[in-house]
């Protein structure tokens, strides 16, 4: 027989068990599964997300600071076109002002283009400080993203046990962790200066 919610005919049959009603062991343990599943998943995606960061900034990088081999073929073509329209302009120019066309005919504006190792040994140290620096900082970003995945992991998990929790005394003990800033206390100048003189 199917018991409705208002006592009518018309109204919806109550199937959902009620929000406050605690989960089951069988429940807890799918939960907990999942989570640790979806822990290591995101740890990869971390992981993976570097991966993506570091390729991204060397494209960054060999944009600005590299000098690709089809670069120098196209600078020494673009000197040389621009020469050849100067030489006509200090030919005309030098017409203007009378200089006999027989000198006129000596004037030359030669294109080179440099592009040695040392020209651009700068750069590439540039790149190089440069890449250090980003890699530095994707660990660190990779390492923060790690802990909060497993902050959050360590407190769904703990969400999960809770909710079989029968006592206060049970739910007291989940609290008994220090805090992190006990644990890592400030450092102290003096102490430090202590330290690094009997290390030295």
């Known amino acids: ?103 006129i005919d000596r004037v030359n504006v030669h294109a080179h283009v440099t592009s040695d190792s040392c020209h651009f040994q700068s750069d590439y140290s540039a790149a190089g400080k440069l890449r250090k620096t980003a890699e530095a900082e994707i660990k660190a970003e990779e390492k923060t993203a790690l802990v909060a995945i497993q902050r959050e992991s360590l407190a769904l998990q703990t969400e999960i046990v809770a909710t079989g929790l029968g006592s206060a005394t049970a739910h007291a003990f989940l609290e008994r962790f220090s805090a992190i800033e006990v644990l890592m206390p400030p450092l102290d100048l003096l102490r430090i200066e202590s330290t690094a003189k009997t290390v030295n």
Do not use: W
Request: charged share 35%; glycine share 4%.
């Open 1 to 103: 027989m199917t018991v409705y919610t208002d006592g009518g005919p018309a109204a919806t049959p109550s199937r959902n068990p009620s929000a406050n009603a605690a989960m089951s062991a069988s429940e807890r343990r799918d939960l907990t599964r999942l989570v640790r599943q979806r822990e290591i998943l995101l740890k990869k995606d971390a992981a993976e997300r570097s991966a993506r960061l570091t390729a991204d900034f060397e494209r960054q990088l060999a944009e600005k600071y590299y000098f690709s081999p089809g670069m120098e073929g196209k600078m020494e073509k673009i000197a040389e076109e621009e020469a050849e329209n100067a030489r006509a302009r200090v030919k005309e120019r030098c017409k203007q002002e009378g200089v006999p066309a027989h000198f």
